[in-house]
């Protein structure tokens, strides 16, 4: 499951397997489908969209 985070008035999805942020949703879904099904690895196709919130 994928969580939300507010930062700067903005929503933010969260892949719960790596922590990585998204600013879609779709691509937090991906991160996190990918996480489960590969521990330990990244999807370079998916990560290049991840965003720092922090």
Known sequence: MVSEKDKDGKTY???DECNLAYA???KAEQC???CK???GTCNPEVVKFSVKIN
């Open 13 to 15: 999805f969260v892949c």
């Open 24 to 26: 879609k949703k779709e």
């Open 32 to 34: 996190e489908e990918w």
């Open 37 to 39: 099904k590969n521990p």
